[in-house]
């Protein structure tokens, strides 16, 4: 059982919006702003498409944004396009120089 | 460019051991803290160790701690992972990637696999 919860599996269309949500507790996701989430395609390396809950680094579409509310994270996709459809992972700084993941969320565009 | 070359991945049987390299180019290796991460097949990511910049500072998943070892050669740009007394959970793809403090990581390598089993 991972440390971070997010939902298995998640599904748009073209064009729509569609959240993500990471929860965790107080000791960490509740904790910090040390929240990140990662696009997995298959086969390949994790990306890091957000950080700080919700910077996104150079080259990331401004599609993809963040959020945190309490012990609960979420990664917003807006304009839901094909090459969004992948595996996503959230990540938060779990205290006692621990990090934590999500069990990820496929992501299935209609 | 930046880029993360891990090798030293294969097959073992319970309780042998393996050690992991990652090689990295195109950034100042000994600024930054690096970190590797487990991934078992069809699963989800899993964090592994973590060193500092200097090598300091070394810490690890509660599910390695006494049985892996990271290091690194800054004059190499080289990181290491010694994996004594393997079991067949740990089998997955092992990325090395590197820090951007506060605990998270910009760029990854693409991984070397580790298959444990008799």
């Known amino acids: 059982q991972s440390a971070l919860t997010q939902p298995p599996s998640a599904s748009g269309s073209p064009g729509q919006s569609i959240a993500i949500s990471c929860t965790g507790t107080?000791?960490?996701?509740?904790?910090?702003?040390?929240v990140s989430w990662y696009q997995q395609h298959p086969g390949k390396a994790p990306k890091l498409i957000i950080s700080?809950?919700?910077k996104r680094p150079s080259g990331v579409p401004d599609r993809f944004s963040g959020s945190k509310s309490g012990n609960t994270a979420s990664l917003t996709v807006s304009g839901l396009q094909a090459e969004d459809e992948a595996d996503y992972y959230c990540?938060?700084?779990?205290?006692?120089?621990?990090?934590?993941f999500g069990g990820g969320t496929k992501l299935t565009v209609l | 460019q930046v880029q993360l070359v891990e090798s030293g991945g294969g097959g073992v049987q319970p309780g042998g051991s393996l050690r992991l390299s990652c090689a990295v180019s195109?950034?100042?290796?000994?600024?930054?803290?690096m970190h590797w991460v487990r991934q078992a097949p069809g699963k989800g990511l899993d964090w592994v160790a973590y060193?500092?910049?200097?090598?300091?500072?070394?810490y690890y998943a509660d599910s390695v701690k006494g049985r892996f070892i990271v290091s690194r050669d800054n004059s190499q740009n080289m990181m290491f992972l010694q994996m004594n007394s393997l079991r067949v959970e740990d089998t997955g793809v092992f990325y090395c990637?590197?820090?951007?403090?506060?605990?998270?990581?910009?760029?990854w390598g693409q991984g070397t696999l580790v298959a444990v089993s008799s």
């Open positions: 060193i500092e910049r200097d090598g300091s500072n070394k």
């Open positions: 990637a590197r820090d951007l403090h506060p605990w998270y990581m910009d760029f």
């Open positions: 195109g950034f100042t290796f000994r600024r930054y803290g």
């Open positions: 700080e809950v919700s």
């Open positions: 990540s938060s700084y779990g205290g006692s120089n621990n990090l934590l």
């Open positions: 107080s000791s960490d996701i509740g904790g910090y702003n040390y």
